[in-house]
């Protein structure tokens, strides 16, 4: 999670995915076990107590059990990153770098055509992009394919690549378009002048058992640049079988409860002392590609505003809680 300003976190827990973790409230009579993998949050000096949790929507509908999914392993060596490259045609020879990390780089015959391909030995994740161009400044606005045609180009080169996964959602009701836009602006006027629209983003989202999965171990997208030119590819996607296991789910109010006792995790500014709900939803969560992950655990997303003691809105608030207990229990 990526933001502008100082971010609070609440509560961290984390561990390696099996780790249990129970609730720290000493009011609580049921000591309750639950699973909830890594994520990560800022720690900062903020409130010593997190700030008071309201639901402003109404809850999401959650079976009595739900799956796990086992994340399938994956072998990253100099063959399989070659066997990638030559997708991308670059035909020079992968180094291994010291984090765990292959790269391939061709330089080409100027400096817009340099290339580079990165692939991350925990994850088989890839980045794949023209170096000097994806994020190259521009002073016009540049040529773009329409959203329609940026959908049907990305969808072809995915599958003609061999890179589209079979669970990848692909309709074009159900993409999500980014187009990086660079704003110039009159310090004098105090004004925006122009606004030049740099590229078009295809985004492919995923589901799991019906739900969204999220995470920065969740990503698939191509960019385009001018004249259809695709700038770079982003593919983050762990294949994963269901899991014959099914846990009991935790009851969005209950997890409410969780949270507002300090489970979970939560980025806040550090002048809220209420975070208003307006978003909560189940997902499952997938790691950095730099973290090997052997299990996508179902968790609880959440959303909203936060307000200040003086009843003001102090910028936004997202959070995450257990979705799933643990079949011991204990009193």
């Known amino acids: 999670m990526r933001h502008s300003k100082t971010l609070l976190i609440i509560s961290v827990l984390i561990g390696c995915v099996a780790l249990f973790c129970p609730p720290t409230s000493a009011q609580d009579n049921e000591k309750i076990d639950y699973l909830f993998p890594r994520i990560p949050a800022y720690r900062t000096e903020g409130p010593p107590i997190p700030p008071k949790v309201l639901l402003k929507v109404s809850p999401p509908e959650v079976p009595a059990k739900l799956y796990t999914y086992q994340v399938q392993p994956i072998r990253v060596d100099e063959a399989y990153v070659q066997r990638l490259a030559a997708a991308f045609g670059l035909q020079e020879k992968p180094q291994r770098l010291q984090d765990r ?34 994020f190259a400044p521009v002073g016009r606005q540049p040529t773009l394919p329409s959203d329609a045609q940026a959908h049907q180009l990305a969808v072809h080169f995915l599958k003609g690549k061999g890179l589209l996964p079979h669970d990848a959602l692909t309709e074009i009701q159900q993409i999500r378009l980014s187009k990086p836009t660079l704003t110039e602006r009159s310090a004098k006027e105090k004004k925006n002048l122009r606004e030049i629209v740099t590229g078009i983003e295809v985004r492919f989202p995923r589901a799991l058992d019906g739900y969204r999965v999220v995470g920065p171990g969740s990503k698939l997208y191509v960019a385009f640049g001018e004249g259809e030119r695709i700038l770079g590819v982003t593919r983050v996607w762990r294949e994963v079988k269901k899991s014959d296991l099914t846990l009991p789910s935790i009851r969005p109010k209950d997890a409410l409860r969780l949270l507002q006792q300090g489970a979970g995790v939560m980025d806040a500014d550090p002048a809220c002392v209420r975070a208003d709900i307006t978003r909560m939803e189940l997902v499952y969560w997938m790691d950095s590609p730099q973290v090997e992950q052997r299990v996508s655990l179902p968790v609880y997303r959440l959303e909203g505003k936060c307000v200040s003691v003086e009843g003001k809105v102090s910028g936004e608030v997202k959070a995450y809680v257990p979705a799933v207990l643990n079949k011991r229990f204990s009193k």
């Open 101 to 134: 990390k292959w790269e391939v780089v061709e330089a080409g015959e100027s400096s817009d055509q340099r290339r580079s391909l990165q692939i991350y030995e925990a994850s088989g994740g890839l980045s794949y992009m023209f170096d000097n161009l994806i």
